[in-house]
T-cell receptor, first 113, second 112 residues
């Protein structure tokens, strides 16, 4: 089955710096790759996603890139702010006919003022 | 806004007890999921349901069962709680043909 690896497990940056979180997946048939943000005391919330027929997607300060050949995708956050501090999860959806998600192990991002 | 609610934020149970975790969504979503979240392991799928009375095993179903008698409600059952089931449990719902999952706030279960 699908396996998703995520790095780093923790990331500390200064406010205004950029942050990059990377994920790799094993199933070349996976076709959907979302990123979720989990703030303290809350459930994860979708922040951006990308499909396998697209190489890059951007939404204001966040962007996701996908390299299907290498089977990896990344989340880029520019001009980080303290409110970006949270746990981020990547996920992949195996092409099994049902929209299940396999999640990575999470990255705790800390943005210091 | 989609709202997914879970019956308890914190729960403490004793080993061997039967435990019910309830999840309710208000968006008429067909699909519902139960995950457990553990540090360093991310979110792991326990069970999911794509319709009333339908259920499918996820990646870690052992020791759990589920019930979906109504479209809006999905229950996770621990028949005989064990200490290794101490975890954060997250419920999610998703509309048909839509990939976004909406999560509840989670239930932190401690089994002593």
């Amino acid at each position: 089955g699908e396996n998703v690896e995520q790095h780093p497990s923790t990331l500390s940056v200064q406010e205004g710096d950029s942050a990059v979180i990377k994920c790799t997946y094993s199933d070349s048939a996976s076709n959907y790759f979302p990123w979720y943000k989990q703030e303290l005391g809350k459930g994860p919330q979708l922040i951006i996603d990308i499909r396998s027929n697209v190489g890059e997607k951007k939404d204001q300060r966040i962007a996701v890139t996908l390299n299907k050949t290498a089977k990896h995708f990344s989340l880029h956050i520019t001009e980080t702010q303290p409110e970006d501090s949270a746990v981020y999860f990547c996920a992949a959806s195996p092409n099994t006919g049902f929209q299940k998600l396999v999640f990575g192990t999470g990255t705790r991002l800390l943005v210091s003022p | 806004d989609v709202k997914v609610t879970q019956s308890s934020r914190y729960l403490v149970k004793r080993t061997g007890e039967k435990v019910f975790l309830e999840c309710v969504q208000d968006m008429d979503h067909e699909n519902m999921f139960w995950y457990r979240q553990d540090p360093g392991l991310g979110l792991r799928l326990i069970y999911f349901s794509y319709d009333v009375k339908m259920k499918e095993k996820g990646d870690i179903p052992e020791g759990y069962s589920v019930s979906r008698e109504k479209k809006e409600r999905f229950s996770l059952i621990l028949e005989s709680a064990s200490t290794n089931q101490t975890s954060m449990y997250l419920c999610a719902s998703m509309g048909q043909g839509i990939y976004e999952q909406y999560f509840g706030p989670g239930t932190r279960l401690t089994v002593t």
